[in-house]
Nanobody, 119 residues
Framework: HVQLVESGGGSVQAGGSLRLSCGAS????????MGWARQAPGKERVGVAA????GYADSVKGRFTIYKDRAKNTLYLQMNSLKPEDTAMYYC?????????????????WGQGTQVTVS
């Protein structure tokens, strides 16, 4: 049973930083593509970063960094220079086949989400 649990969201001022964490369990960690997606109020969920393709959406490129700690089975998203338009619910996602930030929003497995608010 795949489980993804996010943490690390919060409220920050523009220009600030946050680090999101996603603890993963229930599957062979290294065989799944993983990434982060976000959903702003009234908008569709979109992928922002994927660890396998090392890809980033243009909106976050140069500001966000995705990385993982294999020993801890944890995926991270370091977010710097945050902007008000980054305000959204952020979700960790995993899929055995879908890789890349362009596809992660269709992943099979999701965490519960963590809210990021930038003012």
């Amino acid at each position: 049973h795949v489980q993804l649990v996010e943490s690390g969201g919060g409220s920050v001022q523009a220009g600030g930083s946050l680090r999101l964490s996603c603890g993963a369990s229930g599957y062979t960690y290294s065989r799944y593509c993983m990434g982060w997606a976000r959903q702003a109020p009234g908008k569709e969920r979109v992928g922002v970063a994927a660890i396998d393709s090392d890809g980033y959406a243009d909106s976050v490129k140069g500001r966000f960094t995705i990385y993982k700690d294999r020993a801890k089975n944890t995926l991270y998203l370091q977010m710097n220079s945050l902007k008000p338009e980054d305000t959204a619910m952020y979700y960790c996602a995993a899929d055995p086949f879908l890789c890349g930030y362009q596809h992660i929003q269709r992943a099979a497995y999701w965490g519960q989400g963590t809210q990021v608010t930038v003012s």
